[in-house]
């Protein structure tokens, strides 16, 4: 299994910008985005890998490769994680699997969050 740096995007803002305006996500990075059912990509300039989670972390439906300008979700989830292109295939993400956010594992940490 590969590792991942993580993004988090929690607060509402930070979910409803998603990576709009942001650095494309570089080969290893995903970016968590709770709760979130449906995704877009709708002024991205490159595909991307959506992964959709329950509230466990357990991987529901994995789109791959969703071309800018389009809608991807699933009812029964709980969070998305957005990866690169090529990237959830890379990384060994398969429906069933969980996957763990290490940004959430870190912000349970005592003194974490603390920039």
């Known amino acids: 299994m590969v590792s991942v740096r993580w ?23 995903a970016l968590w985005i709770a709760p979130c059912r449906a ?10 890998d959506v992964i959709f989670v329950d509230k466990r972390a357990r991987v529901l439906r994995i789109v791959h490769r969703l071309r800018p300008g389009r809608l991807a979700w699933c009812w029964r989830a709980w969070a998305t994680i957005e990866l690169a292109a090529g990237e959830a295939t890379r990384v060994g993400w398969k ?3 969980v996957v763990l956010p290490g940004c959430l594992l870190e912000s349970a940490q005592p003194g974490a969050g603390a920039d």
């Open 7 to 29: 993004r988090c995007a929690t607060g509402l803002m930070d979910r409803m910008r998603g990576l709009l305006g942001q650095a494309p996500l570089a080969p290893g990075e």
């Open 39 to 48: 995704v877009h990509t709708i002024g991205l300039g490159d595909a991307i």
């Open 95 to 97: 429906e069933g699997m």
